[in-house]
């Protein structure tokens, strides 16, 4: 089975930054596109950057110029650079990426997520 595995969270104080990490393993045809979403308490889930093959990267408005995505397709990983980290940035951080699995039939696979805390 196709796993995406999260690293990097943490408690950092504002103004700080963390990258996060997502690799993906399992018997894997080809990934399409990779993307950073995040839940924070009490709201929805929402995208934060998408980096899909062959196309521009896309962010939310709320993190343009301060984060950073980028993937390493030998090592079926994303990442997410963050800089100046503010409060409003404390959410649960979720890996996404659409894929081919071993059968050739789409799959979107999310990972399980890591914590991000940002003190003021």
């Known amino acids: 089975q196709v796993q995406l595995v999260e690293s990097g969270g943490g408690l950092v104080q504002a103004g700080g930054s963390l990258r996060l990490s997502c690799a993906a393993s399992?018997?894997?045809?080809?990934?399409?596109?990779m993307a950073w979403y995040r839940q924070a308490p009490g709201k929805q889930r929402e995208l934060v950057a998408t980096?899909?093959?062959?196309?521009?990267?896309n962010y939310a408005d709320a993190v343009k110029g301060r984060f950073a995505i980028s993937r390493d397709n030998a090592k079926n990983t994303v990442y997410l650079k963050m800089n100046r980290l503010k409060p409003e940035d404390t959410a649960v951080y979720y890996c996404?990426?659409?894929?081919?699995?071993?059968?050739?039939?789409?799959?979107?696979?999310w990972g399980q997520g890591t914590l991000v805390t940002v003190s003021s």
């Open positions: 996404n990426a659409g894929l081919l699995g071993p059968d050739k039939g789409y799959l979107e696979v």
């Open positions: 399992g018997i894997i045809v080809s990934i399409n596109s």
């Open positions: 980096i899909p093959s062959g196309s521009r990267i």
